[in-house]
């Protein structure tokens, strides 16, 4: 039975994980972030790979820093046939990778050599992208610069937001590796070198990043939006208050108002100018301290004074 380590951490690499289990593949390992805190108590919580692992009764690594740490050294003497990631979050030494008796790979969530880094969904959003998909690389000490043995691609729709993609894009790697693996244990997998002139980046969204400009066209702040949606949310500064955009739609009207201002308002909807003369509505917000609400109730209370022509959003706090 080929031998594995697996190494992942979100929501996105436990279908890979259960998949390699299903296909009865012996995952000796898994490697996951540390448990931090999460969700507005701050409680402490294992990530999703770290409690599918132990679901299964499998053994989980959680090194703060990989690289010189006993949880290295373990998994080196492991000797896996295979090193898999998905999603880790963490560089890995090249003593490690090289630990692998027949390959290490990594399921990378875009058409390398498009958006290599940490941020690739998000960022085929952010620009619009109509099309992404999954890579199998093989994994090297430079950054998601391997060798390519397969791709498969995905529709990007209006509809989607990271959350959607990240979801099918995780059942589409799974299912590409698993067809895959055969071939690079079998040394029939073919090799395709990434083309140096047609890399590009995706690094990890900043905290600076959160924050939306309000001056972009209503169209580029939309998929700002759904590229942030759902873990993080980007927000404005709305009504003089921190404010979360989950929302928003692009319209076809036009306005001479300033980029902020109130367009149109009735009990239901409410029309902000964004740049380049462009408007949309926000359908669902979320005010510091408060949960989501629809743009109606958002309306019948702390939007209620909003007038036509005023300055909602602005780019600080007043």
């Given at each position: 039975m080929t031998s594995v380590i697996f190494l992942g951490t979100p929501d996105?690499?436990?279908?890979?994980?259960?998949?390699?289990i299903d296909q009865n593949y012996n995952v000796v390992a898994v490697m996951t972030q540390p448990d931090r805190k999460v969700g507005r108590k701050q409680k402490v919580a294992a990530s999703p790979v770290k409690q599918a692992a132990v679901a299964h009764d499998i053994p989980v690594l959680q090194p703060e820093k990989l690289s010189g740490s006993p949880e290295l050294a373990k998994?080196?003497?492991?000797?896996?046939?295979?090193?898999?990631?998905a999603a880790y979050g963490q560089f890995l030494p090249t003593k490690f990778l090289q630990a692998a008796q027949i390959a290490a790979v990594n399921v990378h969530g875009s058409l390398l050599p498009k958006y290599r880094g940490g941020a690739p969904i998000q960022y085929s959003i952010i620009n619009g992208d109509t099309e992404?998909?999954?890579?199998?690389?093989?994994m090297v000490k430079k950054m998601d610069a391997g060798d390519m043995f397969a791709q498969a691609k995905l529709p990007i729709t209006r509809q989607d937001d990271t959350g959607t993609v990240f979801a099918k894009l995780s059942l589409l790697g799974r299912d590409l590796l698993l067809a895959t693996l055969p071939k690079i244990i079998d040394?029939?997998?073919?090799?395709?070198?990434?083309?140096?002139?047609?890399?590009?980046?995706?690094?990890?969204?900043?905290?600076?990043?959160?924050h939306l400009n309000i001056h972009l066209p209503a169209q580029a702040l939309d998929q700002w939006v759904r590229a942030l949606r759902p873990d993080v949310g980007g927000y404005v500064y709305m009504n003089g208050q921190r404010t979360k955009?989950?929302?928003?739609?692009?319209?076809?009207?036009?306005?001479?108002l300033p980029a902020g201002s109130v367009v149109e308002r009735s009990k239901h909807q409410l029309v902000v100018a964004a740049g380049d003369q462009t408007t949309f509505q926000i359908d669902e917000l979320q005010p510091a301290g408060k949960g989501k609400q629809h743009i109606a109730d958002y309306l019948n209370g702390p939007g209620r004074d909003l007038t036509v022509g005023q300055q909602v959003i602005t780019d600080e706090a007043k």
């Amino acid at each position: 039975m080929t031998s594995v380590i697996f190494l992942g951490t979100p929501d996105f690499a436990v279908p890979i994980l259960e998949g390699l289990i299903d296909q009865n593949y012996n995952v000796v390992a898994v490697m996951t972030q540390p448990d931090r805190k999460v969700g507005r108590k701050q409680k402490v919580a294992a990530s999703p790979v770290k409690q599918a692992a132990v679901a299964h009764d499998i053994p989980v690594l959680q090194p703060e820093k990989l690289s010189g740490s006993p949880e290295l050294a373990k998994a080196i003497a492991l000797a896996p046939d295979l090193i898999v990631t998905a999603a880790y979050g963490q560089f890995l030494p090249t003593k490690f990778l090289q630990a692998a008796q027949i390959a290490a790979v990594n399921v990378h969530g875009s058409l390398l050599p498009k958006y290599r880094g940490g941020a690739p969904i998000q960022y085929s959003i952010i620009n619009g992208d109509t099309e992404t998909g999954v890579t199998i690389i093989e994994m090297v000490k430079k950054m998601d610069a391997g060798d390519m043995f397969a791709q498969a691609k995905l529709p990007i729709t209006r509809q989607d937001d990271t959350g959607t993609v990240f979801a099918k894009l995780s059942l589409l790697g799974r299912d590409l590796l698993l067809a895959t693996l055969p071939k690079i244990i079998d040394n029939t997998a073919t090799r395709t070198p990434q083309d140096p002139e047609k890399v590009t980046f995706a690094p990890t969204i900043t905290k600076e990043q959160e924050h939306l400009n309000i001056h972009l066209p209503a169209q580029a702040l939309d998929q700002w939006v759904r590229a942030l949606r759902p873990d993080v949310g980007g927000y404005v500064y709305m009504n003089g208050q921190r404010t979360k955009l989950w929302a928003v739609t692009p319209l076809a009207e036009k306005t001479d108002l300033p980029a902020g201002s109130v367009v149109e308002r009735s009990k239901h909807q409410l029309v902000v100018a964004a740049g380049d003369q462009t408007t949309f509505q926000i359908d669902e917000l979320q005010p510091a301290g408060k949960g989501k609400q629809h743009i109606a109730d958002y309306l019948n209370g702390p939007g209620r004074d909003l007038t036509v022509g005023q300055q909602v959003i602005t780019d600080e706090a007043k």
